[in-house]
Structures are given as structure tokens and as C-alpha cells.
């Protein structure tokens, strides 16, 4: 009777074994990255210029967010006219973290909700904050390009360098982002956000390209151009950022 009763219950799961058997592994929701880079120069000029990312994704079939963070300065070494000494000095320190979440409305349609936080010690806005609620719409959806149009509108918190003027704006906000998988593992990336109130209006482009080294290991350049359109006396409305940096990637 027992054994009888064994053959029943292995008659009545086997299916279920060999279907799980022939399912595909289930796949992480979490993806991500991280690169840094360094850049040191001697001799008749010394600097030194080091930058770091990451980015961490979670994705369901409703849902996705991603947090980013983002970290860059540079140092030159002068020599300081009073003393004669050697000292180094910070030419260019910026930091910035962000958070979005996507909810899919349709497969090619979606509504969002943003938050930015960025710190710049040398440009014309030492601090940004920024909240915006909207709306997305995926042009492309690849699998080789990729391009998606965003436009919201949302509030924004600001802090002028130097100055120390506070602003707080209603702004309206868009954003372009396209990409190119030329390859499984290498794209060519444009991204174009823009977001304007009645104190100021700051535009960001950022161009990319990423080159698969080794397994999960890759290779990034970036040139980035970041403009306000009002600023303090003295100090200039567009900056410019080149990165090269190595990253790994994880979950993907």
C-alpha cells in the first residue's frame, strides 16, 4: 500500500518536474553597473582627475526604477604667488545622485516620477534639486536602436555659486534619449534633458560609447555639456566634461 501510494504521488508530479525542467533559469529583476576612472599627469603640468558612476536597476513587467550616483573632480598642483610654495588646488568638483521610477501604462507608454540631487563646487549652481512628475512614449524599441521622448513638469530647489541666491521654481522638464546596440555587449548612447523656470534654464547632453572588453568588464567614453542660461558675474554659462572610465557590469 505505501509503495502504491508513492507511485501515485510520482505519477502526479512528474509533469510538473519535467515542465520545470524544460522552463528557462528564471532571470534577475537587478542589473546594474559601476566604472571609475583616473587620469594623473607630471612633469610641466601635474593633475590629477578621477570620476566614478553606478547605477542599479530594478525592473518587473509594471514597474522599473533606476538610482544612479555620480562623482567627478580634478586637482591641479600651483604654485601659490605669496608663498612660492606648491599646492594643490581644485579645478572641477561635481556630485549628483538621482532616482526614477517608471510605471508601463502600454509597452510603448509610460508615466514617471523623478527626483535629482547635484552639488557642483565650481560651476555657476552650486546646488540643484530638482522633482518632476510625467509622461515617456518608446519611438524605437529595438532591438538594435532605441529611442524614447519624456515631457513633465515638477518643481526645482537652487543655490548660485559664490552668491549664495536662493530660487525656487515651478519648471517644465523634456528629455531625449537614444541608443544604438551595435553589438549583444557595446552601444552608442545621446541623451538630451532640458528644464526650464523662471530663474534659470539648464540643458545637459550626454554622448557615450561603451566597448565591451572581457566578460562583463567594458570600456566607456563620455563627453558631456552642461549649460545654464543664467549665472553670476564672472563665471561662464557652459561646462564640459570628458570621461573615460572602466566598468562592470552585473545582473545582465
Known sequence: MRFRTLGVLLAAVAPGLAA???DPP???RW???VTAGYVETTGNSETRTANAR???IYASETWRNTFNAAAIQSQATQTNELTAQEENKVTAERYGVGNKTDYNLTEVD???LQLEYEKDLIGGIRERTSETIGYGHKLLTGPA???EVEAGVGARQTEEQGTGIEANDAILRGRIGYKWNFSETSFFGEGIKGESGESNTFTESVTELRLSLIGKLFA???YTI???TDVPAGTRKTDTITAFSLGWTFGK
Open 220 to 222: 566607456l567614453g563620455s
Open 145 to 147: 536602436h532605441l529611442l
Open 226 to 228: 552642461r549649460a545654464n
Open 54 to 56: 553606478a547605477e542599479v
Open 31 to 33: 542589473s546594474g553597473e
Open 26 to 28: 528564471p532571470t534577475t
Open 20 to 22: 520545470a525542467a524544460d
Open 110 to 112: 509610460y508615466a514617471f
